[in-house]
């Protein structure tokens, strides 16, 4: 649930323009936390992988731009797509599975890597990519601060 709390926070954040690169092993939760993104942009609907048509995009405050590039094999090929039309563009661009080819993002970027901890656990480090992601990567942050403290002052003792 933490996943989808953080894309969320990033969806409702993030402004046109936004790149955000999202690296992980497989089940790391890279979907699950674009689904979040989508629900932060006020984006309704089932949000999947697009791993077959490579690029989907959903319409909400912002458009998302949705990539997965699992299935490229070489730098080149991410850069032959022309995805900068997407990158440069009005929306959010998020891009799973980018730790295949980081080099073909230009910067700034905001690179969002997710690690399993344990069987059920995962580990989020957000890796601000120049000025803008930096005030995301920390009002993400203190938002979540914010949250967590809130709950615990909730709890009865």
């Given at each position: ?38 629900k ?48 440069a ?15 073909a ?53």
């Amino acid at each position: 649930m933490e996943t989808r709390r953080i894309g969320v926070s990033l969806g409702r954040l993030s402004e046109a323009g936004d790149v955000l690169l999202l690296c992980g092993d497989l089940g790391a939760g890279k979907t699950c936390l674009t689904q979040g993104i989508a629900k932060g942009l006020g984006i309704e609907g089932y949000v999947r992988s697009p791993t077959f048509v490579l690029v989907s995009i959903q319409h909400g405050r912002l458009p998302l731009y949705h990539m997965d590039i699992y299935r490229l094999d070489h730098v080149a090929e991410v850069v032959d797509l022309g995805l900068e039309e997407y990158l440069a563009g009005d929306g959010v661009s998020v891009i799973e599975w980018a730790d295949k080819a980081l080099e073909a993002f230009p910067q700034p970027f905001l690179l969002v890597t997710l690690d399993f901890e344990g069987e059920k656990e995962r580990i989020i480090r957000l890796e601000p990519r120049g000025e803008r992601y930096e005030r995301l990567a920390t009002q993400v942050s203190d938002g979540l601060s914010r949250r967590r403290s809130s709950r615990q002052r909730k709890q009865p003792r």
